[in-house]
């Protein structure tokens, strides 16, 4: 099958159509939901509904599903009731929306334009419409019509197909872990919410990337964090997928697992995490520097000796007597100001944890 291809963005406007044959001899799948029994009863129902549909097609590998390429397109049916009615009135259907946005506004319209036909007594018609997407409304396409008036007949070149109950059976035995199921096995496995198992399974190259990092990584809520915030802070920012991202994942759950055993500080684990993008995304390959070779040669190992530690707080509170003045009067605050002032003179080297701990020996004594 061919699409036409107007020279404006609209037929009515156009010097001349072309014909795209591009997508000729792909095949379609239709998938016809039936809603009688639960309706779809919100714009926002509509939509996550066809997100899960998208997810789950892609978590199988049918197809990438961008809608705005024409790989995943919808048709919706929409009718309204009374409220506290059983009884709804005619559809209508909406065809020709070219993106999720444009589905919405669809429906959004639509809801509109029949709310104000039958507030006013009249009656919707059952027919289809068009949504035009420069104006943000629905066109006159056709007037519906029964099965009955399409005059449908069998099509006389192809045969009767008859799929056997062992052919789904060995079907679904291949099937992957859907997203709904995964998320309840994140939740289940690895001790995280709900909420951050579904942002985690969202999409399949993600789901296996974080499981991937959570064999080399004891603390899982640790991990869910920083993936959640750290990794998909970086890919964002360097505009890239988690297909594209440049840190092999056994060594991003190892750099967490440094992290969580207070190997290194959370504010190392980032310096770590940055160059480890950046080197991989100058030389256009995979980082081939895991974080353990990193920090050896940078010097980053966080200072943990406790002498060293003492010295450093024997320091700060000689170069500052008045903020030791204010800790010895009962003020506690400011002992947040003299571990700031160590972390800044070692470059957030000293772990801040045994800072404080020596900080409150000194001071209760």
Known sequence: AGKLVHSAKSLERSDYSLVDFNRAGVPLIEIVADHTKNPVRSVEEARRYLEGVRQILRYIDASDCIIEEGQFRCDVNISLKPVGSDQFNERVEIKNMASFRAVMAALEYEIKRQSEILSTGGKVSQETRLYDEEKQITILMRSKEDA???????????????????????????????????????????????????LLTRERELSHYFEKAASHCQDKKRLTIWTI????????????????????????????????????????????????????????????????????????????????????????????????????????????????????????????GMLRQIMVEKFSS
Not at 150 to 172: G, W
Not at 175 to 193: D, N, W
Not at 309 to 326: F, N, Q, Y
């Open 148 to 198: 009955p008036d399409y005059r449908y007949f069998p099509e006389p070149d192809l045969v009767e197909l008859y799929i056997a109950q062992e052919m789904v059976e060995k079907i679904a035995s291949h099937m992957p872990e859907l997203p709904s199921v995964k998320a309840q096995r994140f939740v289940a496995a690895y001790g995280i919410s709900k909420a951050d198992a579904l």
């Open 229 to 352: 915030k750290e990794l998909f802070h970086i890919l964002n920012e360097n505009k890239i997928t988690i297909e594209e991202c440049p840190v092999p994942p056994q060594d991003f759950g190892r750099l967490v697992e440094l992290i969580s055993s207070g190997e290194i500080t959370e504010k190392i684990g980032k310096t770590v995490l940055k160059e480890m993008f950046e080197a991989a995304l100058s030389s256009g390959k995979p980082s081939n520097k895991g974080p353990d070779q990193i920090i050896e040669e940078r010097g980053l190992k966080p200072i943990m000796d406790k002498d060293a530690l003492e010295r450093l707080v024997m320091e700060a509170m000689e170069s500052h007597p008045e903020v030791v003045e204010k800790i010895r009067a009962g003020s506690p605050e400011p002992v947040n100001f003299l571990i700031g002032q160590i972390m800044k003179k070692t470059n957030g080297r000293a772990h801040a």
